[in-house]
């Protein structure tokens, strides 16, 4: 945290500020308050030493007041202080400035629209000392005097986290996320480590998802993503549509992921998506071993063969497709049209299924149907797909729909 010039500040402020002026030493100050008789003359010689610039013979000055017999008033004690606090920024010595700002924030005297602003000063020293626990009780005093502001919550927030309280500081970073329309990227961050830190699991989650909702970046869908790559997925078309997703917000990356998606496209009939995928992954160097390099080489040149040979026979497929009584073979037309990039002829055959019912997966379905409309920059209609598929009853497919869903509506944030 960058609060030290703030400090500075924030002390040059509480002179700005204070009620004491050079002629509220004297004893005999016709009106206001004034400091006790026998406290006049060493704290006037003090305040002269000050204006002298000599930190050193102030303070002896101020050390002589304060040992001087006989009980003080709160006038007293806070001409003390300021008299001190200005001797120590002299001296450039932060920590007994700090020390002495803690007596006046709690003095009768302190501004009341200052206090804010001191116990801030001093929750952010204390932080920067590593004092958690103070900087803590600094910092909620200060809200308590009115510093609402995100900088106060979130150092309440670190202060928490830092002395090991860890649900409390997700619950205080929570309270400031949710009153911010856009959440800044910072406080999703802290948020995200805090419930990950409390072992809430469902909140970290809920907190990817607005990040890669409001920051679509790769880390974060990296990790939005990680409970379906971990999954034990045995439904070849879901896990390939999990690659889609992986693809399309730029977190394939591994040799293997490449490989599998462009082995399984070509199992499920899609051979102009292995095509594309491998293309991919050669353009990127991503096959690294010899072997590998030559095995998939091999895989992208029949893909091109077979690739050719499928698309020249969509649109007769369509036909019979459009004939049969069940939707079923509309919407795998379809599928072969988005895995051709020809995403308007894919919307057209698999809505025509859809609405033909008796369909072997409407997860699919839909969720095909979704991908289709988003590639077509139809936001709204992607996104009430995929809603449909986060609905389902299918863990696997209802978690992939929520976070298609997510991205769809990331492209208009």
Do not use: C
């Amino acid at each position: 945290m960058r609060n030290r010039p703030r400090v500075a500040a924030v002390l040059a402020s509480v002179l700005a500020a204070a009620l004491l002026g050079s002629a509220t030493i004297a004893a005999d100050q016709p009106s206001g308050p004034q400091v006790s008789k026998a406290l006049a003359k060493p704290l006037a010689a003090a305040q002269e030493a000050l204006a002298q610039k000599k930190a050193d013979e102030a303070l002896a000055k101020i050390k002589e007041a304060q040992s001087t017999a006989g009980e003080k008033t709160a006038w007293d004690s806070w001409a003390i202080d300021l008299l001190m606090l200005k001797a120590y920024q002299q001296k450039q010595d932060m920590a007994s400035s700090m020390a002495v700002l803690a007596n006046m924030v709690q003095s009768q005297y302190a501004p009341a629209d200052q206090q804010k602003v001191w116990y801030k000063a001093l929750a952010q020293y204390s932080f920067q000392q590593k004092d958690y626990p103070k900087a803590l009780d600094y910092a909620q005093q200060a809200l308590k005097h009115g510093a609402s502001d995100a900088d106060t919550v979130t150092l309440i927030a670190k202060s928490q986290y830092l002395s090991g309280k860890y649900k409390d500081a997700a619950a205080t970073m929570q309270e400031l996320v949710g009153k911010q329309e856009k959440p800044d990227e910072e406080s999703l961050k802290m948020l995200w480590q805090f419930d990950l830190k409390a072992n809430d699991e469902a909140g970290a989650a809920k907190v990817v998802e607005k990040l890669v909702t409001f920051y679509p970046k790769p880390e974060y869908w990296a990790n939005a993503l990680a409970p379906l790559v971990r999954m034990d997925i045995k439904d070849e078309r879901l896990k390939l549509n999990v690659y889609r997703l992986m693809n399309d917000v730029g977190v394939l990356h591994l040799p293997t992921d490449y490989a599998e998606m462009a082995e399984i496209a070509l199992d499920l009939g899609y051979p102009g998506e292995t095509e594309s995928v491998l293309q991919q992954a050669f353009g990127k160097n991503v096959f690294t071993e010899q072997r590998d390099k030559e095995r998939y080489q091999h895989l992208l040149d029949g893909a091109k063969q077979r690739a050719a040979t499928d698309r020249a026979q969509l649109a007769s497929q369509e036909q019979a497709a459009a004939s049969a009584a069940g939707g079923e073979a509309l919407v795998q037309v379809g599928a072969a049209y988005l895995s051709y990039g020809q995403n308007d002829k894919a919307v057209a055959a698999i809505s025509r299924g859809i609405a033909k019912g008796q369909l072997k997966s409407a997860d699919e379905a839909n969720l095909l149907l979704g991908i289709a409309d988003l590639r077509m920059k139809n936001v709204g209609d992607a996104q009430r797909a995929f809603e449909k598929v986060a609905a389902s009853s299918n863990s696997g497919y209802a978690r992939l729909g929520r976070l298609w869903a997510l991205h769809a509506g990331a492209r208009n944030v």
